[in-house]
């Protein structure tokens, strides 16, 4: 009897003393809006495909660790405005665009959501951002500043 009461006394002092555990909470999923002039929802476009490629290299699958909210302009960069705005309303955690146009839409619809720029055009000369160095406000990305480097390819060149 004595080993019984011992028993339910260790196993109760053992109880009391356990801390709660809590259930892990599931990771939050980030959330990308990715807008694009090429392609449509069923034939999304070479941008759309290297994006995921490149998602895909980094170890992020759609709809598992990530989900990405594609939009399309179809080539009318007047819908640029409306699928920002679109985005920014489903709250996306950040948000990828290219060209002037869809820059400065997303740049006018959010002062808070990461802006991601792919952008041919230099964005300093275009009044997008500050400096190359330090853009400013929520804005980061890449250019490709091909008009701009032309001389200096060709000065490297001619040193070869």
Known sequence: MSK??????????????SFPVEAQQPKKVPRIGFVTPIGDPNTPGPQAEAF??????LGYIEGKNIL?????????????PSLVAELVQLKVDVLVVPGPVAIRAAMQATKTIPI???????????GLIDSLARPG????????????????????LREI
């Open 137 to 156: 406000g929520n804005v980061t990305g890449i250019t490709r500043l091909t008009q701009e480097l032309s001389g200096k390819r060709l000065e490297l």
């Open 52 to 57: 995921r490629q490149g998602l895909r290299d």
């Open 4 to 17: 019984k009461i011992f028993c339910l006394t260790l196993c109760a002092l053992l109880l009391a003393l």
């Open 116 to 126: 991601v720029i792919v952008t041919p055009v230099d964005p300093v000369a275009a």
């Open 68 to 80: 990405v909210e594609y939009r399309y302009t179809e080539g009318k960069g007047d819908r640029n």
